[in-house]
């Protein structure tokens, strides 16, 4: 039971100070009004950064074995997938059509107005 | 229109009047046969049935790795299976809107809908902890020496079905959670502005994509369907193995190929959808991927088939059942490939063509590799043969009327028949030509319940009366056979087994007997 | 009858049963979660207006969230690294503390759920609030689930401390791992649905 007699948990003092920091960024960021893909990705950057902290070192992937990083990574193809080819769907239409709005905005508001 | 022979009489009045079904009791069977045969069915019986008890057996482990959460699993599938079955008691019966429950028909049907999604939801989560079961179990509880490239082919192809099990399925239950909000809290993840259903506007706030449905559900259903076939390949493998009596053909390609098929089975999913108007690029894509998938199932089959050449083959009933497998088989795969391109897949799109095509690849082949495996483990499981004669006559009679009772789905769908229809679209002029083929069809059908009831006698006749077995019933090499007592008592084994060498080394030039069990320590004839 | 490597790791791929077993079920969430953004993906992209979380939601409440679920994975692992250094008081009172945090996150989200009814914002009201009931619901799920664990880990279970303490410490470091994913689902919601 003694094998990590002296565990190190400054570590996770650290990440703690780095994950709020990073919160507290990405608040201050949105407050500037971004145009919306830059603010997409700056939040989605600090996202992730923040992610792969609390996974490397509250998850201890930073030293996991491989098995686990296999099943990570075929996890992480098939999100990848999931995630875009959906999207694909949306703007590979045959010509002359499309699957946005199927309504004008007018009658779209006749339709709201409804319930 | 004619009421059904013998069993319309016994059909309520409300669902079928005069023995003619109605359209809405025609489409509860509909949609609840596919969920009931692929849910209900052939997962639980191949993975979690013989899955759950061979698997363990031929890695020489004591058990599953987490019992408890084995009995979870089967519990939380025998409460999804009542939600599902109790639905058909519901003012409107059971589900109604097919077994893909496409949008926004699912969204507006009867309540027997949002009871197929709790059913889903369960036997979803029943699937999730019995493939993450199958995986620890796979890695962790191996026997000393049995690396990987020793595993039986049926191991090697659960574990392939689990990981399918394991990440295919949530994508379905988060479209199930969403279809539940649409249809209980009012939602409109599903529901495009402006819906009109029945003459009138539905009062969604809308902004959904019908389409999102679609591509969540066919995520998990494509690799659904390898979950279907790839246990069904590793009944057959170890069969074949054990009764052509020499080493399967091409271990390695088969174990590679069903890793690949298992990756790509996760980017064919829109292959279903190319009539929801997708674009070149989008078609083009999926065409290209469903091409590619098709390689490795072929490579498979090829190996099995190569299998055989200059076997000394015995026929017994299981092996009858296995060799059956692969031209039905091969009949399902290659008219597949019509359906996974565009242009002749508009033509043959939700006409019996495709019901053909998936019951050739499920009925015949899964089906029967389920019966190949029931007739091959029945004696580990109760230390007793079944019966070779009532086995052959199942056998023969299956074969036959399986393939009368489908065949013609090919010939109907090519004329353009609609699936789904109660009548079977009689009143179109194409389906008048082609309709004269449900009368054999369906005799058929009766002639092949018929012969189930053979195999039904004979296995609980063979419970107690059936001739007694050793416990190397069919002169395995396998640990199951080779290692375990039958029935093999609570932890499998008398003591742990050790592995020495491959998975079928059949007929060893040299060797006393032909067959080398794997649990046999090296001599020095091996050197 | 004993299964192997319930406690121990198994050499050859270095793990124990549980600590596999944990990985690929939060592989599966991963999944779950992942068609559920794939979900909020299409919608946004497909959707003529989308309003943005900010003037909808309130964001001093989920940075509050966020800084108790930070909180609440800190306590957690700490939890775990007490035990491995043998102090199980320590590691009980951190357990006691993760899951006041939990309590604390689901209090907050109440008083965020009841004031949106309040203003008659419900799943119906439009696809955004859809969507964000549906995520931040499931979540709220998830955090539920692992309250119910870690009561069960410093209350009866605790007992397994005397009997078999590295099975013990491994159920805390299973339920951490659990915990710390549905900390890092929050750190993905929290941009999506609040700040974009």
């Known amino acids: ?115 | ?527 | 009858m004993d299964i192997p490597y319930t406690v121990t790791a198994r050499p050859d791929t270095g793990l124990y049963n549980g600590k596999l077993g944990i990985w690929l079920f939060l592989a599966s969430e991963v999944m779950l979660f992942g068609a559920l953004f794939s979900s909020y993906l299409l919608l946004r992209v497909g959707a003529e207006v989308w309003p943005r979380g900010e003037t909808i939601l309130n964001i001093p409440m989920a940075f509050l969230n966020t800084v108790i679920l930070i909180s609440s994975s800190v306590t957690m692992v700490l939890a775990w690294a007490s035990l491995k250094m043998n102090q199980f008081q320590k590691a009980r009172w951190c357990l006691i503390g993760t899951f006041l945090l939990a309590s604390g996150f689901l209090v907050v989200k109440f008083f965020e759920y009841s004031e949106k009814f309040a203003h008659g914002l419900a799943p119906k009201t439009n696809t955004f609030l859809a969507i964000y009931f549906t995520l931040t619901g499931l979540h709220g799920l998830h955090v539920v689930g692992g309250m119910v664990v870690m009561a069960f880990l410093f209350g009866p279970g605790a007992k397994m401390w005397r009997v078999a303490p590295e099975r013990y410490t491994n159920r805390v470091e299973i339920t951490g791992l659990y915990w710390h994913f549905v900390d890092l689902v929050w750190i993905f919601l929290f941009p999506v649905l609040y700040l974009l």
Not at chain 2, 463 to 490: C, F, Q
């Open chain 1, 1 to 115: 039971m003694t094998e990590h007699g002296s565990h190190d948990v400054g570590i996770y003092y650290k990440v703690f100070g780095a994950l709020l920091v990073f919160t507290v960024i990405t608040v201050a960021v949105n407050r500037v009004h971004l145009a919306i893909p830059l603010a997409v990705t700056v939040a989605l950057i600090i996202a992730v950064t923040k992610g792969s902290l609390v996974a490397s070192f509250f998850m201890h992937l930073i030293s996991e074995s491989n098995q686990i990083y296999r099943v990570l990574v075929l996890t992480a193809i098939f999100f990848f997938f999931l995630m875009f080819l959906p999207l694909l769907g949306l703007f590979s239409t045959p010509a002359g059509t499309e699957h946005r709005s199927p309504l004008t905005p007018a009658t779209h508001a006749t339709a709201e107005g409804h319930h």
């Open chain 2, 1 to 527: 229109m004619q009421p059904i022979p013998i069993i319309g009489a016994y059909l309520s009045a409300a669902n079928a009047p005069g023995g003619v079904m109605l359209p809405e009791f025609y489409n509860q069977l509909g949609a609840m046969h596919g969920t009931i045969m692929v849910f209900m069915g052939v997962v639980p019986l191949a993975v979690g049935g013989f899955g759950n008890f061979v698997m363990p057996l031929q890695i020489g482990a004591p058990d599953m790795a987490f019992p408890r959460i084995n009995m979870a699993s089967y519990w939380a599938y025998f409460v999804g299976g009542v939600v599902m079955l109790a639905s058909f008691f519901l003012p409107g019966g059971a589900a109604n809107s097919g077994w893909t429950s496409y949008v926004p028909l699912a969204v507006t049907a009867t309540v027997g809908q949002t009871w197929w999604l709790l059913g889903m939801v369960l036997l979803i989560t029943s699937s999730l902890l019995g493939s993450l079961n199958f995986i620890v179990t796979i890695f962790q509880l191996r026997a000393p020496g049995l690396t990987f490239m020793r595993l039986p082919i049926f191991v090697w192809l659960q574990l392939v079905t689990a990981y399918l099990l394991l990440l295919a399925f949530p994508p379905l239950e988060a479209a199930a959670v969403l279809q539940l909000m649409d249809r209980v809290a009012g939602t409109s993840f599903f529901l495009p502005s402006g819906l009109v259903v029945s003459g009138q506007i539905l009062g969604n706030s809308g902004g959904g994509n019908p389409l999102l449905w679609q591509h969540l559900f066919w995520f998990l259903a494509h690799p659904e369907v390898y979950v279907l076939i790839l246990p069904a390949m590793g009944i057959v493998a170890e069969v074949l193995a054990n009764n052509i009596r020499k080493p399967l053909w091409g271990y390695k390609p088969v174990v590679y190929s069903a890793i690949f098929l298992g990756f790509m089975s996760f980017v064919v999913w829109a292959h279903h959808m190319f009539l929801t108007g997708m674009g070149t690029t989008m078609s083009a894509f999926f065409q290209t991927t469903t091409m590619i998938i098709s390689i490795p199932s072929v490579v498979i089959l090829t190996s099995l088939f190569l299998s055989l050449w200059g076997a000394s083959i015995r026929f017994t009933t299981p092996m009858l059942f296995a060799l059956a497998f692969l031209p039905m088989f091969g009949i399902g795969g290659l008219t597949g490939l019509p359906l996974g391109l565009a242009p002749t897949d508009i033509h043959l799109h939700d006409t019996y063509y495709v019901i053909g095509h998936f019951h050739y690849v499920v009925a015949p082949g899964t089906l029967f590799a389920l019966f190949a495996g029931i007739y091959y483990w029945f004696p580990k499981a109760t230390g007793r043969y079944m019966n070779e004669l009532l086995g052959k006559i199942h056998f023969w009679g299956s074969f036959v009327c399986i393939n009368i009772v489908f065949f013609p789905m090919f010939i109907q769908g090519l004329a353009g028949m609609n699936r789904r229809l109660y009548d079977g679209g009689i009143q179109y002029a194409h389906a008048q030509t082609a309709a004269k083929w449900n009368m054999p069809m369906g005799h058929a059908a009766f002639a092949l319940w018929a012969f189930q009831l053979f195999f039904i006698f004979n296995f609980f006749w063979s419970i107690k009366k059936g001739r007694r077995s050793p416990s190397n019933a069919w002169d395995a090499t396998t640990l199951e056979w080779a290692a375990a007592p039958s029935p093999p008592p609570h932890g499998n084994f008398p003591e742990p087994p050790v592995v020495y060498r491959e998975a079928y080394e059949y007929s060893v030039p040299g060797h006393p007997r032909d067959f080398t069990p794997q649990n046999e320590p090296e001599t020095k004839r091996d050197k």
